[in-house]
């Protein structure tokens, strides 16, 4: 829990790419994208982020175009003389079939990690060394969350292992969970078994189900708004997650809020290519997003205590 006045700061580590995408919208290439910069765009709308990421020179000026004049510092990204990191994907029902990736650049990226760093951090999806290299910099965190990439957890399982014991919270969706042991156990057993505060489980249409010792909350997707491309769905609902919880003092209560303006963060995201959408979206628009999330959630929550006819 975070003291009235004394907002610790969040920071997102992670990757920026410059993807190829296929999917019913067509085929883009060369597409601005990578788990850092989604999650900045969402948190940005909310609150102050700081970013950490490689880039190299063929993407350091779209990275500046699209996070000019949201809260979010650049501080932390390194311009480095190798090829920006490269993603293929292509969409199928709804959901990215990964085609591979040039990771190179993470050879030559050293993250420069804050000292003595006390405030949030989210450790987007990259390669496991690296982000298990993060998290261990990162150990003083208040709060210590981390993504999940299915390709990344099969080519390095014990590396993805060692991120889960590092991590207070950790996000995936079902593959990932299944990947890590996830069907062997329930999600709150999983949560126990690996000493998380946290487990988001991110279920695509069928909404986001976050797990705590408190309890289980679940908060709808928007299946009202159209779906244009799914790719960052996840990392733009963990920016949104935890900037707003971060604003409401890492308070439980303030969870279901907080995933509230996740799921807004990414359906206004997944509304457009890349990261497009997210990138021209506002304060304004974001208020309208959630305020939408929520009228679902409750109409969600009267169907399912109507009694049956």
Same mark, same amino acid.
């Given at each position: 829990?975070?003291?009235?006045?004394?907002?610790?700061?969040?920071?997102?580590?992670?990757?920026?790419?410059?993807?190829? @995408?296929?999917?019913?919208?067509?085929?883009? =290439?060369? %597409?601005?994208?990578?788990?850092?910069?989604?999650?900045?765009?969402?948190?940005?709308?909310?609150?102050?982020?700081?970013?950490?990421?490689?880039?190299?020179?063929?993407?350091?000026?779209?990275?500046?175009?699209?996070?000019?004049?949201?809260?979010?510092? @650049?501080?932390?990204?390194?311009?480095?003389?190798?090829?920006?990191?490269?993603?293929?994907?292509?969409?199928?029902?709804?959901?990215?079939?990964?085609?591979?990736?040039?990771?190179?650049?993470?050879?030559?990226?050293?993250?420069?990690?804050?000292?003595?760093?006390?405030?949030?951090?989210?450790?987007?999806?990259? #390669?496991?060394?690296?982000?298990?290299?993060?998290?261990?910099?990162?150990?003083?965190? #208040?709060?210590?969350?981390?993504?999940?990439?299915?390709?990344?957890?099969?080519?390095?399982?014990?590396?993805?292992?060692?991120?889960?014991?590092?991590?207070?919270?950790?996000?995936?969706?079902?593959? %990932?969970?299944?990947?890590?042991?996830?069907?062997?156990?329930?999600?709150?057993?999983?949560?126990?078994?690996?000493?998380?505060?946290?487990?988001?489980?991110?279920?695509?249409?069928?909404?986001?189900?976050?797990? =705590?010792?408190?309890?289980?909350?679940?908060?709808?997707?928007?299946?009202? #708004?159209?779906?244009?491309?799914? =790719?960052?769905?996840?990392?733009?609902?963990?920016?949104?997650?935890?900037?707003?919880?971060?604003? @409401?003092?890492?308070?439980?209560?303030?969870?279901?809020?907080?995933?509230?303006?996740?799921?807004?963060?990414?359906?206004?995201?997944?509304?457009?290519?890349?990261?497009?959408?997210?990138?021209?979206? =506002?304060?304004?628009?974001?208020? %309208?997003?959630?305020?939408?999330?929520?009228?679902?959630?409750?109409?969600? #929550?009267?169907?399912?205590?109507?009694? %049956?006819?």
């Amino acid at each position: 829990m975070t003291r009235p006045g004394r907002r610790p700061e969040l920071i997102v580590a992670g990757s920026i790419a410059l993807d190829t @995408l296929e999917g019913p919208f067509g085929a883009v =290439t060369g %597409e601005l994208g990578g788990s850092a910069l989604y999650f900045s765009l969402a948190a940005g709308l909310i609150g102050p982020v700081r970013l950490l990421a490689p880039v190299g020179g063929d993407g350091v000026e779209l990275v500046r175009r699209a996070v000019a004049g949201r809260d979010v510092s @650049l501080e932390g990204l390194a311009v480095l003389e190798a090829p920006t990191y490269r993603w293929q994907a292509r969409q199928l029902e709804g959901r990215n079939l990964d085609l591979g990736s040039h990771d190179s650049i993470y050879d030559a990226w050293q993250p420069e990690l804050p000292a003595g760093f006390s405030g949030w951090a989210f450790v987007g999806s990259m #390669r496991p060394d690296l982000q298990v290299r993060v998290a261990r910099g990162l150990a003083g965190a #208040r709060l210590l969350a981390a993504d999940a990439m299915r390709s990344y957890v099969a080519a390095q399982p014990e590396a993805a292992r060692e991120l889960l014991r590092l991590s207070d919270w950790y996000f995936c969706n079902h593959e %990932e969970f299944a990947a890590l042991g996830g069907q062997i156990r329930s999600p709150g057993g999983f949560r126990r078994s690996w000493g998380l505060d946290g487990l988001v489980v991110k279920a695509g249409p069928a909404g986001v189900t976050a797990y =705590t010792e408190g309890g289980v909350l679940g908060v709808p997707a928007l299946l009202s #708004r159209k779906v244009v491309d799914t =790719t960052g769905a996840g990392d733009t609902l963990a920016g949104g997650m935890l900037a707003r919880w971060l604003n @409401l003092e890492g308070e439980a209560g303030g969870l279901e809020d907080a995933m509230v303006h996740g799921v807004a963060c990414a359906s206004l995201a997944i509304e457009q290519v890349g990261v497009r959408g997210i990138a021209a979206a =506002t304060p304004e628009t974001l208020a %309208e997003r959630v305020e939408e999330v929520w009228q679902c959630l409750r109409e969600s #929550r009267r169907s399912a205590s109507s009694p %049956e006819t």
